[in-house]
Antibody, heavy 120, light 107 residues
Framework: EEQLVESGGGLVQRGGSLRLSCAASRFTFSTYWMHWVRQAPGKGLEWVAN????????YYVDSVKGRFTVSRDNAKNSLYLQMTSLRAEDTAVYYC?????????????WGQGTLVTVSS | DIQMTQSPSSLSASVGDKVTITCRAS??????LNWYQQKPGKAPNLLIYAASSLQSGVPSRFSGSGSGTDFTLTISSLQPEDFATYYCQQTYSIPTTFGQGTRLEIK
């Protein structure tokens, strides 16, 4: 069964930086669109960013543009999210997620999530 | 950005009931609509994609319908494991956006 394992979450001060990683296994990582989706405590889902299989296209929600960067290393089957200038409102569980084969935005597999807490 | 509005926000029902959750888009999204189920402390799980296609492994009591701006998720006969929060998601345009969620509780 496919596996996505996030890491890198933790407590960071406002204005600080953090890099999330997602290790993928048991599927051909290099052929799938990948996403980061977050969920603030007790709140709903918010899509954050995605990246094309070859890394040539990346998209972001407006609230993180210029602060977050999504990247991938297909040789290492890994997805990353570099987060800078963190704000209290970035506090959330961050999920790494895979789109359905041949699709861009329909996520069919999620990691367990990693919690990012931004202290003010 | 396309706004997705779900109704109701919460719902109480009993095992065996038929339940319908509605999702409305702020503009036409054709059939680019997905439904997810999320249980507490867990990642979401894809139920329905492209408005009405059942994801592999999802029980047939779940069904989806609609196109344009109005969509529904129906659970034909609630089972104990169905009590969860449900989200719709549009994938018609970037950024993809989710509804606020519908919490389905046991009556």
């Amino acid at each position: 069964e496919e596996q996505l394992v996030e890491s890198g979450g933790g407590l960071v001060q406002r204005g600080g930086s953090l890099r999330l990683s997602c290790a993928a296994s048991r599927f051909t990582f290099s052929t799938y669109w990948m996403h980061w989706v977050r969920q603030a405590p007790g709140k709903g889902l918010e899509w954050v960013a995605n990246i094309k299989p070859d890394g040539s296209e990346k998209y972001y929600v407006d609230s993180v543009k210029g602060r977050f960067t999504v990247s991938r290393d297909n040789a290492k089957n890994s997805l990353y999210l570099q987060m800078t200038s963190l704000r209290a409102e970035d506090t959330a569980v961050y999920y790494c997620a895979r789109a359905r084969a041949g699709a861009m935005d329909t996520v069919d597999y999620w990691g367990q999530g990693t919690l990012v807490t931004v202290s003010s | 950005d396309i706004q997705m509005t779900q109704s109701p926000s919460s719902l109480s029902a009993s095992v065996g009931d038929k339940v319908t959750i509605t999702c409305r888009a702020s503009q036409s999204i054709r059939s680019y609509l997905n439904w997810y189920q999320q249980k507490p402390g867990k990642a979401p799980n894809l139920l329905i994609y492209a408005a009405s296609s059942l994801q592999s492994g999802v029980p047939s009591r779940f069904s989806g319908s609609g196109s344009g701006t109005d969509f529904t998720l129906t659970i034909s006969s609630l089972q104990p494991e169905d009590f969860a929060t449900y989200y719709c998601q549009q994938t018609y345009s970037i950024p993809t956006t989710f509804g606020q969620g519908t919490r389905l509780e046991i009556k």
